[in-house]
């Protein structure tokens, strides 16, 4: 037993201060290490930020000008939706297109295919829209085209009124060199007066047909059964009507003379292949034919 009044004091653990003591330089040698690593994560993070914020705000900002480039492209736009009797040229000058035809088909391509002369009822064109490139050089380089030989209304009405000035008056037959296949007043039901008010001259699509006779355009346009039509009243009083057109070259209104190009042959409307049908009526509608070949002759225009 230890003596009365003495206490053994216990001695300390080498390995525990060793410890503590390690510990405790390790914990003062660590912290300016874990100070410099701090730093160092701070600085690389507000850097990271400060480019986030900056790339939020440049795509911000071309969102903004993007919305702002169309807000401008579709200022104006609107939507026409083709009526009976409609073409480009006549769209175009009763919605004032700047640029005419040629821009309201520019704008319409992809709608109404690569023949501009093809319009439907109910087709829909959008009028208003930024044409990708421009309409007057593409319309001032295609005018000697056939396919593209239509001009706006305005411009085709100052030539033919000019022309008309000094051009002989006389008649003429409405296509060169065609031979007559389906003649005048033959029987069939395939008509719906039950014969044929016309004549038929066999001619592959894109002949040019001309006007037989001086006159004025009454409509040029979607005639149904007929398809792509022209009627002109000529001098005499008489109207000159083409059907199944594959393209038009002049619009209502428009003075033509004898000979001039009023547009192509086709297969637009109720046919079984590409002819022109040439009637001569008494008033420019539907039931009033007399025999066309008995006209051309009286006007010394022979027909073969």
């Not at 994560?41 to 919305?67: H, I, P, Y």
């Not at 593209?148 to 051009?167: D, G, I, L, V």
């Not at 002109?232 to 619009?251: F, P």
Request: glycine share 12%; hydrophobic share 30%.
């Amino acid at each position: 037993m230890p003596a009365k009044g003495k206490h053994r004091r216990p001695k300390p653990q080498r390995f525990t201060r060793s410890i503590a003591v390690a510990g405790t330089g390790g914990a003062a040698l660590a912290l300016p290490l874990m100070g410099a690593t701090g730093a160092h994560a701070a600085t690389t993070q507000s850097a990271s930020q400060s480019v986030s914020e900056k790339a939020v705000q440049s795509l911000r900002v071309a969102e903004k000008a993007a919305q702002k480039k169309s807000a401008a492209n579709n200022a104006g736009v609107r939507t026409y939706s083709v009526r009976t009797g409609d073409y480009l040229s006549k769209i175009a000058e009763e919605q004032h297109v700047t640029g005419g035809w040629h821009k309201l088909y520019s704008d319409n391509r992809r709608a109404v295919g690569d023949d501009p002369s093809l319009i439907h009822p109910g087709l829909k064109l959008t009028i208003g829209r930024k044409a990708a490139t421009s309409t007057t050089k593409s319309s001032t380089s295609s005018s000697s085209s056939p396919s593209a030989s239509k001009t706006s209304s305005s411009s085709n009405r100052t030539t033919a009124t000019q022309t008309s000035e000094s051009a002989p008056t006389g008649f003429t037959l409405p296509v060169t060199g065609a031979t007559i296949g389906t003649g005048y007043h033959v029987a069939g039901s395939m008509w719906s007066s039950g014969y044929h008010t016309g004549v038929d001259f066999v001619v592959p699509t894109g002949t040019a047909l001309k006007a037989v006779g001086a006159g004025t355009v009454v409509s040029a346009g979607w005639g149904g059964a007929y398809g792509n039509q022209v009627v002109i009243r000529l001098a005499d009083g008489y109207y000159a009507q083409y059907g199944h057109m594959s393209q038009l070259s002049v619009s209502a209104g428009q003075t033509v003379t004898e000979g001039q190009q009023i547009g192509l042959s086709g297969a637009t409307g109720n046919v079984t292949g590409p002819h022109l049908h040439f009637e001569i009526r008494t008033t420019p509608d539907y039931g009033s034919d007399v025999d066309p070949v008995a006209y051309l002759r009286s006007k010394g225009v022979g027909v073969s």
